[in-house]
């Protein structure tokens, strides 16, 4: 009886000792996985699997694994209420995201109200971070500064040109819009026309005579790659040489996908391109080893990651409030470079500069 008493408690000591210290700490990446931006989404899926199996394989964060979840909101702001509800629901402690401003600013009303630090690496609306909420940050720029670059590219580089905006009635697309017109008309511009798109159509034709008949030299798009390539293949067929500008959303791949050669001459803003840091070489060696170029918002998504695990470290909890003191207090060293955050959420670091597409590959313009 003594010999099977003690087997028992050497069983339940050994089995006691086998399980794991602690359990994971789940973290969620957010974004349009599916749907007409699901390039982006795709860049976060990216980003966000590679940087949890680096931290992993050098120990973890506070000595637990991070586990992944990810969540499908199509760039639809009912479809982000949702997906954050869902992943508030898997208690994550942390969330990557979302993409599209309207789509974060939805979402992030329901992790405050379930205690969840939101970073996102590709909302650039300046109401995302305005409204004081003091779990959400951004590693990414904003659209007034982002607007306000590309006027100053316009006013300098286009001196002369006849200007027109239109932008596609989203969150991202009209912000980043009204901030290019406010500082257009600031420096003493004044554009041949502002109006709406409805994203989704196949045919502008009907904008593109417009544009014509204006003789409009730069076309400036509030909105995303789809209707921005469209645009300006249409613009082609009807021998125009107008050029489009837009922003961050017209710097992946698939625009090149849309345009082909008709996409030559672009101009759009976007920040310095982090696939060309040095500390970045292995990275991106990575990634493309696996046929995979890790443009626009795959190393923000990393980075962004790299900076909350960062910020965990040094508050040494994952407690959201101490975490968020701890990111607004400190520097941390990420694949975007050193980046901090002001008191709003939004980041200390690289700003805007202006690419142009050139023969398939987005490039710094001159």
């Known amino acids: 009886m003594r010999t099977i008493k003690a087997l028992a408690v050497t069983a339940a000591i050994a089995a006691f000792s086998a399980a794991p210290a602690r359990a994971d700490i789940i973290i969620g990446v957010a974004g349009p996985m599916t749907g007409s931006e699901a390039a982006f989404g795709e860049q976060f899926k990216h980003g966000a699997t590679k940087v949890v199996e680096d931290i992993n394989a050098k120990g973890g964060v506070l000595g637990q694994r991070l586990q992944l979840v990810m969540g499908d909101d199509a760039c639809d702001p009912k479809q982000a209420r949702s997906v954050a509800e869902e992943l508030a629901a898997k208690k994550i402690a942390f969330v990557a995201g979302h993409f599209c401003s309207g789509s974060s600013i939805p979402a992030s009303e329901v ?162 391109d982090p696939r060309l840091l040095p500390q970045n070489a292995g990275l991106v060696k990575f990634f493309r080893a696996q046929n995979y170029e890790p443009e ?55 700003t805007y500069v202006m690419y142009v597409w050139k023969n398939g590959k987005y490039v710094y313009a001159d």
Request: glycine share 12%.
């Open 111 to 272: 992790y405050q109200e379930n205690g969840i630090l939101q970073i996102s690496p590709g909302s650039t609306n300046p109401k995302f971070t305005e409204r004081g909420l003091p779990n959400v940050f951004r590693t990414c720029g904003r659209d007034d500064s982002q607007g306000r670059i590309a006027a100053e590219y316009t006013v300098g580089k286009m001196k002369g040109k006849t200007v027109a905006i239109i932008h596609d009635k989203s969150a991202y697309g009209k912000g980043l819009a009204d901030e290019f017109q406010k500082a257009l008309n600031a420096a003493g511009v004044k554009e041949a026309f502002y109006e709406a798109i409805t994203a989704g159509e196949k045919d502008y034709s009907a904008l593109v005579t417009k544009a014509k008949q204006a003789k409009v030299d730069v076309l400036y798009l509030g909105g995303y790659k789809t209707e921005g390539g469209l645009i300006v293949r249409q613009m082609r067929d009807q021998g125009m040489k107008t050029a489009l500008m837009g922003g961050d959303a017209l710097v992946t791949e698939e625009y090149w996908a849309i345009t082909g050669a008709a996409g030559d001459g672009t101009v759009m803003t976007f920040s310095p």
């Open 296 to 350: 626009a918002y795959t190393l923000y998504t990393y980075a962004t990651i790299q900076a909350w695990a960062q910020a965990v470290e040094k508050a040494k909890t994952t407690e959201w409030k101490k975490v968020a003191e701890t990111l607004r207090a400190n520097k941390f060293d990420t694949a975007i470079g050193t980046i901090g955050f002001d008191a709003k959420g939004d980041v200390i670091g690289p």
